[in-house]
């Protein structure tokens, strides 16, 4: 039996990325799978394809992440149709990268809108369907950064790290009501979001890494897996690091 068959799933950030690869991944595993992405997506196609394929059904939705009121909407439409989530994934993010002292106010409240905010907006709609269902596993994407930090990205670390505290904060709330809420950390992923950094800058993460490659998203697919799955049963309030040992 697949490990997700019969449970459905709403994943952020579905259109490319680890987000892309968690859709593939829950698709392969049995899962009906909606997808949020800001705009209608080139992605779709081989989603649905992937879907038919695995007897099962993917959906995009869009919505932009920044803008809470839209983002409500279509969060409490897609769980109309879907009845109840079973996983819940927070994966969309986005970076404004400069130094703190450059940094222009709206590029600090932009990351923290779409990646810490809007996680808010989507799990207090979804984790309320979850509660009155008395089972439901809530996975937020923070990162190594907002552990150890990074300079030249203060908006970034701080909408990570505040994802952490959320999420430990939450795992409390909802755990006497059969939700888990967990995080995984993700090290360097190869990303179109990393393929932007220069080859040195590149080389320089790899030599901290002490299993000597970058991370790709089919590993942090399976840590998403893990924690979806009722394997993970009995695990809440953690953050798992996928990082080569990098963090560690």
């Not at 939705?61 to 009121?69: K, M, P, Q, T, Y």
């Amino acid at each position: 039996m697949a490990l997700l068959e019969n449970k459905k799933a709403l994943v952020t950030g579905s259109s490319r990325g680890i987000g892309r690869k968690i859709v593939e991944k829950y698709l392969s595993e049995g899962a009906e799978v909606w997808g949020l992405c800001s705009k209608p997506s080139a992605a779709r196609e081989e989603l649905e394809r992937i879907a038919a394929e695995n007897n099962t059904k993917f959906h995009e939705i869009c919505a932009d992440a920044a803008n809470h009121e839209e983002l409500a909407k279509v969060i409490t439409s897609a769980l109309a149709e879907a009845g109840n989530f079973d996983i819940l994934v927070n994966n969309a993010g986005i970076t404004k990268d400069t130094l703190s002292f450059r940094m222009k106010i709206e590029d600090w409240q932009k990351v923290i809108d779409v990646n810490l905010t809007a996680v808010f907006v989507i799990s207090q709609i979804v984790s309320n369907a979850m509660i009155k269902a008395r089972n439901g596993s809530i996975i937020n994407m923070t990162s190594i950064v907002g552990i150890h930090g990074g300079a030249g990205q203060v908006n970034y670390a701080a909408s990570k790290a505040g994802l952490i505290g959320y999420t430990k904060s939450l795992a409390k709330e909802v755990g006497s009501r059969g939700v888990r809420v967990n995080a995984i950390a993700p090290g360097y992923v190869e990303t179109d979001m990393t393929a932007a950094v220069n080859e040195k800058a590149r080389e320089a993460w790899l030599t901290q890494i002490p299993l000597k490659r970058a991370g790709q998203p089919e590993d942090i697919a399976n840590a998403a897996l893990y924690l979806g799955s009722d394997l993970s049963s009995y695990v809440t309030a953690q953050v798992l690091g996928v990082d080569g040992g990098m963090g560690g």
